[in-house]
Every structure is written in C-alpha cells, then in structure tokens.
C-alpha cells in the first residue's frame, strides 16, 4: 500500500448504529486530519492529530470521536448520527516541521446517514 | 479569520483551449501557504502546487501555470490546452503558519471544470 488509504470506501448506516472509520498513512508522516465534505458546504477541517496528540478540534460534536493510536493510524468513531451527516470523510497526513507541509489525502469514505 | 473565495462555481470550455481558474484569499498573517488540489469524480484529493508566502514567482508545471500575486491577494492556476483528464473540481486552499505544529486547511468552494471533447 502507498499513501493514505481508508477504509471502508462507502458505509450505511442507520442513526442508532456505531461504527468507525480507518485511516492508514504509508508515507512516515507525523501529522493526520480528519476533513468533512457535503454537498452544502466547503471541505471542513474537523480535527488534526501532531504525534498523535489532538491539537484542533474545530467545533465537532461529540458523536464524532477521533483516535489516532500512533502516527500511522487515525480512526474516526461515529455513534448516534444524523442524516445531515451523510459526507464524504477525508483523511489526510503531512510532515511536521516549521513550515506548514504539503496535507497528502486519502479516498475517501462517502458515508450515508439514513 | 482565513478564507478562500473561488468566484466561479463550475466552467465549461472545448477540448484544447486555455482556462484560468481564479482564487482570492484574505489572511492576516505575513506567513502563510497557498495550495491547488485537484479532485476528479473518484474523490481523492490530489496535490498540485504548494507555494508560500515569500515566494511570488510564478510557476509552470507542463501544461499547469500559476500565478501568485500578493498585491491582489490572488493565486490564479491556468491549464494550457485543456484536455478531457483535466476535467475535475479544482481547490484552492490556504494555511497560516503554526510554528513546531500542524494547522489545517481551509478550502474555497471550488471550480468544476468541464473539458468538452
């Protein structure tokens, strides 16, 4: 595998369900985000991980909980969510240093809420 | 506060002609990094350009060019010669620097170029 991979590609799921999305990044990075895009809005950054610390959370609500195990690694656990949900999730990585390095993104898991 | 502003929503042109897609940021900071992404129906974003704020040169990359100017708070990108493949939704993007840490980016509502054959 090479860059940054997710998993799963498309996902259903009822309001009342749990389940998570993965995010693996192959490219020795340090640094992963989580973004949301829907059809209404511009790409939104939800959080940012550095050394797997979270150091953004941008005004998520709880039902989303992020996870980020080591620098590798970012899940994304959702639990009781709404229809207005339904987006496509983008994973990023980047490199941390002192300048803002270029984010590399990953598919993509296009998620319906119903 | 950032923002990005892409003007034009989605644009149309025939297979060979040149576009230009435009991109105005508002920052209140000195530093700070601009970026074009390129999202074809798949979903991936894919990098294009990264250019900072010190840096104003223009760039040109094959068929892609850019041009950065401060003075308008613009970061224009033009495709030389459309072809088909370059049909996608393109975004432009800024970050201000955070020292020793990570900043997200925040996006314009993107172009949706149209390459006709």
């Known amino acids: 595998e090479t860059g940054v991979t997710q998993t799963p590609r498309h996902l259903v799921m009822g309001m009342t369900n749990k389940k998570s999305l993965k995010c693996e990044q192959h490219?020795?990075?340090?640094?992963m985000y989580w973004y949301k895009q829907s059809a209404k809005k511009p790409l939104e950054l939800m959080f940012v991980y550095n050394f797997k610390e979270q150091t953004e959370n941008n005004s998520v609500p709880s039902r989303f909980s992020p996870e980020c195990p080591n620098s590798s690694h970012l899940f994304l656990h959702l639990h009781t969510l709404q229809p207005e949900d339904s987006a496509l999730y983008l994973c990023a990585s980047s490199q941390l240093s002192g300048f803002q390095e270029t984010q590399y993104f990953g598919p993509g898991t296009r998620l319906l809420v119903l | 506060a950032q923002k990005v502003t892409q003007a034009q929503t989605e644009i149309s042109v025939v297979e060979k002609e040149d576009v230009t897609l435009d991109c105005v940021y508002e920052?209140?900071?000195?530093?700070?990094?601009l970026f074009w992404y390129k999202q074809p129906p798949s979903g991936e974003l894919v990098f294009l350009i990264r250019?900072?704020?010190?840096?104003?040169q223009n760039e040109i990359s094959g068929r892609y060019s850019w041009n950065f100017q401060k003075s308008t708070s613009s970061f224009n990108f033009t495709i030389t010669a459309s072809q088909v493949v370059d049909s996608a939704v393109y975004f432009c993007?800024?970050?201000?620097?955070?020292?020793?840490?990570?900043?997200?980016?925040?996006f314009g509502k993107g172009t949706h170029l149209i390459i006709q054959p």
């Open positions: 490219l020795g990075h340090n640094a």
């Open positions: 920052t209140r900071d000195t530093t700070y990094y």
């Open positions: 250019r900072n704020s010190f840096d104003e």
């Open positions: 993007a800024l970050s201000e620097l955070v020292r020793g840490g990570a900043d997200g980016l925040t």
